[in-house]
């Protein structure tokens, strides 16, 4: 198995998953949802894998990975299925738990499944080769929604998206082999011994490491459930919507491509530190804009800022994994992330509620300005 094969499946899911959050957004303040509404649906895409982050990655260190890529690509399925049923914003809700629930499931196994594929120095590439794939499936979702709703209307918009994880559900229905890559690493748990999970954390770097990547990634779900609302509030329609957001997916991209190269240059913390600095310059001056040429060009240098956060996170938490417990660690990074993803928009849908989306912006950019300054340290 290629690691190409896994981020193809991965395309699929995460192309849903982020598509997803352009739809359930606009279509909650279609339907007439306040600001304070919209942070919460964004929270909820955060609840379930705040509960189910650890108990994920146990369950694929034990388990193997296919059952819970299965798990996670039906979970996905009948979150899509949900919304095309029950367009109402109970129905919305609905879907951001268990679209929430399937990505954490997917996520957690994709990713130990990345770092056991090949020998150990092909590692920080395949981590870097499964980020570009997001990437692009970062592009494709929220590009692919914005034009689906203009001409087809939410409803078909969440039966287009339905097809989406019905090719990584096949692969790993007919293909039981697809994920062997991780039997040896499920072997390893099943001697590992039963330990603590949050004993992980009595290790600093791995505790700061943990942190960063949750206020980090906080910033860039933010953008990803804001830039709609933002857009919204200044009457862009939206198809130029999905293409800021699209534009902001493509320098992620760019910066994965050449991140091999960054680090023969740079330390990890350098590039961590200098690169979310630029992305919060680029987050303050944001809501100044309000042409979509001047916002795609924001978003492309906010995309730039972030994009190399996650692979470099991803491949120093496996590496700082003990024996058979990769998956824990990258649930427990992940419940990180989602413990920031939760109250994050909370507060900024509490805070755009009362002063309009700006200002959530510029929290946005404050927290990545802290975020630059510890991974410096």
Not at 78 to 96: K, R, Y
Not at 193 to 217: A, M, N, Q, W
Not at 243 to 272: D, E, H, P
């Amino acid at each position: 198995m290629s690691i190409f094969a896994v981020i193809a499946i991965s395309m699929g899911i995460h192309s849903c998953y982020v598509g997803s959050k352009v739809i359930v957004s606009l279509s909650a303040l279609t339907l007439g949802a306040s600001q304070f509404n919209v942070g919460l649906l964004a929270a909820c895409y955060a609840l379930m894998p705040l509960m189910l982050g650890v108990f994920s990655g146990r369950l694929a260190d034990r388990k193997g990975m296919r059952l819970p890529l299965l798990l996670g690509a039906g979970l996905t399925f009948i979150a899509m299925l949900s919304g095309f049923l029950w367009h109402a914003l109970p129905g919305l809700f609905t879907v951001a738990l268990l679209m929430g629930a399937g990505f954490v499931f997917f996520n957690v196994s994709v990713q130990t499944l990345a770092g056991a594929i090949g020998r150990p120095e092909h590692r920080t590439r395949n981590f870097a080769w499964l980020s570009i794939g997001y990437s692009a499936s970062s592009l494709l979702g929220p590009v692919i929604a914005g034009f689906s709703i203009e001409h087809l209307g939410f409803t078909w918009t969440f039966l287009l998206f339905l097809t989406f994880p019905l090719a990584p559900l096949a692969i790993l229905t007919f293909k039981p082999g697809f994920t062997r890559a991780g039997k040896a690493a499920a072997a390893a748990a099943a001697h590992a011994g039963e330990h603590r999970t949050f004993d992980l954390l009595k290790d600093p770097p791995l505790r700061r490491l943990i942190f960063i990547s949750g206020l980090s990634v906080a910033s860039a779900e933010l953008f990803a459930f804001y830039v709609p609302v933002f857009t919204h509030e200044i009457g862009l329609s939206a198809s130029r919507t999905g293409l800021i957001l699209g534009s902001y997916a493509c320098a992620v991209a760019v910066t994965r491509l050449f991140l091999g190269k960054l680090m023969k240059w740079l330390t990890v913390q350098q590039i961590m530190a200098w690169f979310l600095l630029l992305a919060a310059c680029a987050f303050a001056v944001f809501p100044l804009m309000h042409s979509a040429s001047a916002l795609m060009a924001t978003a492309f240098v906010i995309g730039l800022g972030v994009g190399a956060t996650q692979p470099l996170l991803m491949t120093v938490s496996y590496e700082r994994s003990p024996a058979g417990r990769t998956g824990e660690v990258t649930g427990l990074r992940l419940t990180a992330n989602n413990l920031a993803r939760m109250v994050m928009p909370i507060l900024c849908g509490a805070l755009g509620a009362s002063f309009g989306a700006s200002p959530v912006f510029w929290m946005n950019a404050v927290n990545l300005l802290f975020t630059s300054y510890l991974s410096r340290r």
